[in-house]
T-cell receptor, first 114, second 112 residues
Framework: GAVVSQHPSRVICKSGTSVKIECRSL??????MFWYRQFPKQSLMLMAT?????????EQGVEKDKFLINHASLTLSTLTVTSAHPEDSSFYIC??????????FGPGTRLTVL | GQQLNQSPQSMFIQEGEDVSMNCTSS?????WLWYKQEPGEGPVLLIA?????ELTSNGRLTAQFGITRKDSFLNISASIPSDVGIYFC????????????FGPGTRLSVLP
């Protein structure tokens, strides 16, 4: 069964609003989680590394003030897309490592900004 | 920076045929993972490889970690329609595989 969940699975919002996406590890603790973005027919691109108890680490070119990450507990990380615009429309996926070298992905969140 | 290449980019096969795809890198990786992604879903882990030369099977799937640590292949035997999807390889230079780079994917279509 699923080991990483995401909520919501789909969200449609108006331009200028903020959207929060949750990522939960279901039966294990994750001090680190990863957030990816995937455009149609493309591969996953790492946006940031979420660290429990400390600030997130962002990849080059990703605006930290635009994509706010909060690793609230050992099983929950949230990504907030602030003041969303149509170009932010994408498939957002989180992942969490479990044990030695296993990386499990959530089912993804489809964001559409009108 | 680190980059993975996957080939073929896409493939169309008949049901029952075997499939082979590979992933190459100009850099050495210490961990290779193979994922399958279906439309609108997140990637699902298929096989994880940790040691150079390692050959691992998962049902009809077999994957190998290249000796040079710069490549990996995935084979699917006796393909079925539900094998359709995009197959991604991911490599990590970390010994604990926390920071992965993804290949562009191989899109597999299975014709009945």
């Amino acid at each position: 069964g699923a080991v990483v969940s995401q909520h919501p699975s789909r969200v449609i919002c108006k331009s200028g609003t903020s959207v929060k996406i949750e990522c939960r590890s279901l039966d294990f603790q994750a001090t680190t989680m990863f957030w990816y973005r995937q455009f149609p027919k493309q591969s996953l691109m790492l946006m940031a590394t979420s660290n429990e108890g400390s600030k997130a680490t962002y990849e080059q070119g990703v605006e930290k003030d635009k994509f706010l990450i909060n690793h609230a507990s050992l099983t929950l990380s949230t990504l907030t897309v602030t003041s969303a615009h149509p170009e932010d429309s994408s498939f957002y996926i989180c992942s969490a490592p479990r044990g030695h070298n296993e990386q499990f992905f959530g089912p993804g969140t489809r964001l559409t900004v009108l | 920076g680190q980059q993975l290449n996957q080939s073929p980019q896409s493939m169309f096969i008949q049901e029952g045929e075997d499939v082979s795809m590979n992933c190459t890198s100009s850099s050495i990786f210490n961990t290779w993972l193979w994922y399958k992604q279906e439309p609108g879903e997140g990637p699902v882990l298929l096989i994880a490889l940790y040691k150079a030369g390692e050959l691992t099977s998962n049902g009809r799937l077999t994957a190998q970690f290249g000796i040079t640590r710069k490549d990996s292949f995935l084979n699917i035997s006796a393909s079925i329609p539900s094998d359709v999807g995009i197959y991604f390889c991911a490599g990590s230079r970390d010994n604990y595989g926390q920071n992965f780079v993804f290949g562009p994917g191989t899109r597999l279509s299975v014709l009945p």
